[in-house]
C-alpha cells in the first residue's frame, strides 16, 4: 500500500497526507489566527476525531471553541446561531472541519461576521460578490472528514432559505480556505452510507463538469481524471472502511471534482438541489440517483464526450457502456434507485421543477432545461 504525501499550491495551499492533522495549529498561526471557532456537524461533535483536533488547537494555546449546531442542509438560521457564539467568543478566524455542511457554514460564518448585508445580498449572481466588504472576511482553515463535495477547495458555500426552501451559492473569493488540510486519515471508518453518497458526489462533479459546454480545458481534464479514481476507489472504501490508500485517492477526487466544476455544473445539481432543500435528503446519494437519467436526458449533446471518457476509463461500450457502469457502481453501493425511493411525492414536482430552473447549475446543463423537458426529466427520476 502506498499512501501519497504532498503539498499542493492549486487552487490554495493543501496539505495532503495522513496524519497532517497534527499541523492545525501552525497553520492557525501561520494565517493570524489567534482564537479559532471549530464549525463542525453534530454528528461529528462527539467523535474522537474531533477531540483530536481541538485537543491539538488547545495544546497549542488557540483553545478548543467549537460550534456544532448544523444541519445537513445547512441554512441561515445555523448560520445566525454560529455568528452569535463567534461574536461571544471573541473569535478571530474558523475551522471548518468535517463533510460539506460543516465547511460551508463555516464559511458563511467567516464571511458574514462583520458584514452589514444579508447573506442572500452575496448570492452568486454576476458581481453580486463586490458587495461584501472583503476587509472583513475572517481568516479560514479547512479540513474535510468526508470525501465528497470538495468545498475545502471552493469559493462558494450552499445555504438554504429556510422560508423558501430553496438553496442558494453564496460567492466570494475569499471564501477560498487560505490553507486545507487533507489528511486521509479523517475519513477511515466512514459509514458506508456516507461513503457511498459523498463518493457519489465527487463523481456528479467531475461528471458534469466534463459535460459541460463550456470552454475550460484544465478543468476538463481535472475531470476526467477524477472520474478514473472515483470508479477505481470508491468500490474499495465502501468494502474496507480501513483502506487508507483508497480513501487518500478518494480525497483526491472530491477536491479535483470541485476544482473542475468552475467550468460548469447541470441538471444532475438542478434537480438534486430543491430535493435536497425540501426534503432534507443526503446531497450526494440525491445526484447519484438522478445521474443516469440525466445522463440519458443530455445524451444526444455529450455522447462523442461520453464515448472518449469511457476509452479513457477503459469502459468498453462508448456511451451505454459508461452508462452501465454508472449503473453497476449505483448498485454496488446500495444507492435508492429512485427519487420516489427517498420520499420525494408526485404532487411536489411541479413546484420542484420550478425550483429547478432557478438553480443557477441550471445554465451549465449541455441540453437546455425547460419547463416542459425538466418535469419530463423529474418524472422519468421517480
Given amino acids: 500500500m502506498s499512501v501519497p504525501t504532498a503539498n499542493w499550491s492549486y487552487p490554495t495551499a493543501v496539505k495532503f497526507g495522513p496524519g497532517r492533522i497534527r499541523e492545525l495549529a501552525d497553520h492557525c498561526k501561520a494565517v493570524g489566527i489567534r482564537k479559532p471557532l471549530l464549525v463542525t456537524d453534530k454528528a461529528l461533535a462527539s467523535l474522537p476525531i474531533t477531540a483530536r483536533a481541538l485537543d491539538i488547537l488547545d495544546a497549542a494555546g488557540l483553545g478548543r471553541a467549537v460550534f456544532s449546531e448544523v444541519d445537513p442542509n445547512p441554512n441561515e438560521m445555523n448560520m445566525a446561531a454560529g455568528l452569535k457564539v463567534y461574536r461571544a467568543g471573541g473569535h478571530d478566524g474558523v475551522v471548518c472541519f468535517g463533510g460539506g455542511s460543516a465547511l460551508d457554514l463555516g464559511k458563511m460564518i467567516a464571511l458574514m461576521v462583520d458584514q452589514t448585508i444579508p447573506v442572500w445580498d452575496l448570492e452568486d449572481i454576476g458581481d453580486w460578490w463586490t458587495r461584501a466588504d472583503a476587509a472583513k472576511i475572517a481568516p479560514i482553515i479547512a479540513v474535510p472528514t468526508t470525501a465528497g463535495t470538495g468545498s475545502e477547495v471552493g469559493r462558494a458555500g450552499v445555504l438554504t432559505n429556510s422560508a423558501t426552501h430553496k438553496k442558494k451559492i453564496i460567492f466570494h473569493p475569499k471564501l477560498l480556505p487560505s490553507v486545507t488540510i487533507c489528511d486521509p486519515e479523517l ?39 477524477g472520474m478514473r479514481l472515483v470508479f477505481e476507489n470508491l468500490p474499495r472504501v465502501y468494502d474496507d472502511a480501513n483502506d487508507l490508500e483508497g480513501r487518500a485517492h478518494m480525497m483526491s477526487a472530491a477536491a479535483m471534482g470541485a476544482v473542475a466544476f468552475q467550468k460548469g455544473l447541470g441538471a444532475i445539481h438542478s434537480l438534486s438541489h430543491p430535493v435536497g432543500a425540501v426534503y432534507n435528503t443526503h446531497h450526494g446519494t440525491t445526484n447519484a440517483v438522478v445521474m443516469p437519467m440525466v445522463l440519458e436526458f443530455n445524451r444526444k449533446a455529450i455522447e462523442d464526450r461520453i464515448e472518449r471518457a469511457a476509452a479513457y476509463l477503459g469502459f468498453k461500450g462508448g456511451f451505454p457502456g459508461f452508462h452501465d457502469q454508472i449503473m453497476e457502481l449505483r448498485a454496488r453501493l446500495n ?14 414536482l411541479d413546484m420542484l421543477t420550478e425550483m429547478a430552473l432557478e438553480d443557477p447549475s441550471c445554465g451549465g446543463n449541455p441540453v437546455k432545461m425547460t419547463r416542459e423537458n425538466t418535469r419530463a426529466l423529474y418524472d422519468a427520476c421517480m
Fill in 187 to 225: 475519513t477511515v471508518g466512514m459509514p458506508k452510507f456516507i461513503t457511498a453518497g459523498t463518493g457519489m458526489d465527487a463523481l456528479a462533479h467531475c461528471l458534469e463538469a466534463y459535460s459541460s459546454p463550456f470552454y475550460h480545458p484544465m478543468s476538463q481534464g481535472i475531470a476526467l481524471e
Fill in 335 to 348: 444507492i435508492p434507485e429512485n427519487l420516489s425511493a427517498m420520499g420525494v411525492q408526485f404532487g411536489d
